[in-house]
């Protein structure tokens, strides 16, 4: 990985904005990702994130933090709280902003035990793929104190394969429709592609059943988004 997002993410923090990330997919067209959403307070926050810092408790660690929006928050209202991210400049940009505890750190290599776990933002796309999805959850309930819980958000991205008569561009039941090969570049220069998975709540449901893990939607957002909540 060359870190072009981490790079994009310093380029902003030290006052260089000129322009936007570029993000695109197997199965959608060039978009841009504003640099300000990636530093967004909790007023610019959809509500299912504000519903999930509202639930946070105890000792918190958020995966893959980026700029440290939850992490700052959380901080500021007094709570123990661990940022981790696999991108160094991600990090970097978490420590300028006065996020005490962040690591770069890849979730599989995180240890310690906490009572609440956030992963926001599509936080399922960290398991990539969807035969991840099983050793990614077995990893998070290896990292929950007793009465810890898992609070997480996707989206149903079936929608995206429907054509303008509500018909399916593609066979759904002979791939999963939100695993996705999600590619990134900013300032001409691309990052390697990535995989990046969008889990239906059904789907999320099932994999937590198989390994052991309670699940529970906490609310749906506006558009195809939830929140879920996993617990042992
Ligand atoms: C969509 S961004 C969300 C950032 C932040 N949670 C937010 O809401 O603004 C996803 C973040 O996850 C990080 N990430 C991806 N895979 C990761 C992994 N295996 N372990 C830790 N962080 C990861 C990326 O570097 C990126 O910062």
Same mark, same amino acid.
């Given at each position: ?22 993000? *695109? ?47 700052? *928050? ?6 123990? $709280? ?86 399916? *561009? ?25 995989? *990046? ?13 198989? $390994? ?21």
């Amino acid at each position: 990985m060359k870190d072009i997002f981490g790079k994009a993410l310093l380029d902003y923090q030290s006052g260089n904005y000129s322009e936007d990330i570029i993000t *695109w997919t197997n199965i959608s067209d060039k978009d841009e990702l504003p640099l300000p959403y990636l530093f967004r307070d909790y007023s610019e926050m959809p509500k299912l994130e504000q519903k999930a810092l509202q639930l946070s408790k105890g000792t918190i660690l958020d995966v893959g933090c980026g700029t440290g929006n939850h992490t700052l *928050w959380l901080q500021d209202k007094g709570f123990n $709280v661990k940022g981790i991210d696999s991108s160094k400049g991600a990090i970097e940009v978490c420590k300028q902003r006065g996020v005490t505890n962040a690591e770069f750190k890849p979730l599989l290599e995180e240890t310690e035990k906490f009572d609440t776990i956030l992963l926001l933002m599509n936080g399922t796309g960290i398991f990539q793929e969807i035969i991840q999805v099983s050793k990614y959850l077995k990893h998070l309930k290896s990292l929950l104190k007793p009465n810890g819980q898992i609070l997480i958000d996707s989206s149903d991205i079936s929608y995206m394969y429907q054509d303008d008569d509500g018909g399916l *561009w593609i066979d759904i039941n002979s791939h999963y429709p939100g695993e996705l090969d999600y590619y990134l570049s900013y300032k001409g220069e691309k990052e390697v592609p990535m995989k *990046w998975l969008y889990l239906d709540f059904e789907t999320l449901n099932t994999a937590c059943q198989t $390994v052991g893990l309670k699940c529970e939607k906490v609310m749906d957002g506006a558009h195809f988004d939830y929140l879920a909540r996993i617990s042992l």
